[in-house]
């Protein structure tokens, strides 16, 4: 709210309804600013020095919400979860640094170890998904930023998980095929997979279903149901921070959705 002074009267002029529209003079003042107007990774490219103390304090004070899914390849239930909440979230505000994905592709499978060290997989949909969990297990480990590896997941997962459709999906986002592929093909694939068993093996509760969605850690039936039905939603009422605009323009949805499988 402010006053303009003209002449021997004042004017009273109402605050701006978006203040990020009045450019990079607002986004960039500090880091509450840049992630209100989901220009974070702007700003810190353009104004690192500025941003710097405050980011320290931001990031004791005010840290990332973190979401992990624990899924299969070629379960419909996560395809869907994908597709409908956890890449529109990804979409919308990866850049204002608010929250963190992880991505955990074993799901209802099992593992017993060979006796030369190696780990055999056994697949709720067969040999062709594990042959896939291993794939999306190496391009999460070789793209390692979820700015890489989260368009190449969902790419696989809406093309319809294959060899091919994965070779297609690296070609068409400038990937690096012959690594993922070589991964996977490897001891080193087989012992990230194995990892991922582990992971999905630690869950406290276990986990009884695909998806299953942790946030913070933590996985309870209600941050399951509000994540499945309005993630983006959830994780903007979880951020303690000063929310970004993304998260103050989106419309709450309520439809039902069922992904368990």
Same mark, same amino acid.
Request: net charge negative; glycine share 6%.
């Given at each position: $709210?402010?006053f303009?002074?003209?002449?021997?009267?004042f004017?009273?002029?109402?605050?701006?309804?978006?203040?990020?529209?009045?450019? @990079?003079?607002?986004w960039?003042?500090? /880091?509450?600013t840049?992630?209100?107007c989901?220009?974070? #990774?702007?700003c810190?490219?353009?104004? +690192?020095?500025?941003l710097?103390?405050?980011?320290?304090? #931001?990031?004791?004070?005010n840290?990332?919400?973190?979401?992990?899914?624990?899924y299969e390849?070629?379960?419909?239930?996560?395809?869907?979860?994908?597709?409908q909440?956890?890449f529109? #979230?990804y =979409?919308?505000?990866?850049?204002?640094?608010?929250? =963190?994905?992880?991505?955990?592709?074993?799901?209802n #499978?099992?593992e017993?170890?060979n006796?030369?060290?190696?780990?055999?997989f056994?697949?709720?949909?067969?040999l062709?998904?594990? !042959?896939?969990?291993?794939v999306e297990?190496? !391009?999460?480990? $070789?793209l390692?930023d979820? !700015?890489?590896?989260?368009?190449?997941?969902?790419?696989? @997962?809406?093309?319809?998980?294959? /060899?091919?459709?994965?070779?297609?999906? !690296?070609?068409?986002? =400038?990937?690096?095929?012959?690594?993922?592929?070589?991964?996977?093909?490897?001891?080193?694939g087989?012992?990230l997979?194995?990892? $991922?068993?582990?992971?999905?093996?630690?869950?406290?509760?276990?986990?009884?279903?695909?998806?299953?969605i942790? $946030?913070?850690?933590e996985?309870?039936?209600?941050?399951?149901?509000?994540?499945?039905?309005?993630? /983006?939603?959830?994780?903007?009422?979880?951020?303690?921070?000063i929310?970004? +605009?993304?998260?103050?323009?989106?419309?709450? =949805?309520?439809?039902?959705?069922?992904?368990?499988?």
């Amino acid at each position: $709210m402010c006053f303009i002074f003209f002449g021997s009267s004042f004017i009273f002029a109402l605050p701006h309804p978006n203040p990020c529209k009045a450019g @990079e003079s607002y986004w960039c003042q500090n /880091i509450d600013t840049a992630a209100e107007c989901g220009v974070l #990774a702007y700003c810190k490219l353009k104004h +690192h020095d500025l941003l710097k103390h405050k980011e320290n304090k #931001a990031v004791q004070d005010n840290k990332p919400v973190i979401i992990e899914l624990y899924y299969e390849s070629f379960c419909g239930g996560c395809r869907d979860f994908i597709a409908q909440q956890l890449f529109p #979230a990804y =979409q919308k505000l990866y850049s204002t640094g608010i929250f =963190q994905i992880g991505l955990y592709p074993y799901g209802n #499978a099992e593992e017993k170890q060979n006796p030369d060290g190696t780990y055999q997989f056994k697949c709720q949909h067969g040999l062709e998904e594990c !042959a896939m969990n291993i794939v999306e297990t190496c !391009a999460t480990h $070789m793209l390692h930023d979820q !700015a890489a590896f989260m368009p190449y997941i969902h790419c696989v @997962e809406m093309s319809g998980p294959s /060899i091919p459709n994965a070779k297609a999906c !690296a070609q068409s986002l =400038q990937v690096d095929w012959e690594k993922i592929e070589s991964c996977a093909n490897s001891t080193l694939g087989n012992n990230l997979e194995h990892e $991922m068993a582990e992971k999905t093996n630690a869950l406290e509760p276990p986990h009884g279903f695909v998806p299953w969605i942790t $946030m913070n850690g933590e996985h309870t039936w209600q941050i399951q149901d509000q994540a499945t039905e309005d993630l /983006i939603q959830l994780i903007c009422d979880t951020y303690t921070g000063i929310k970004p +605009h993304a998260c103050r323009v989106h419309k709450k =949805q309520s439809k039902d959705r069922c992904y368990r499988n």
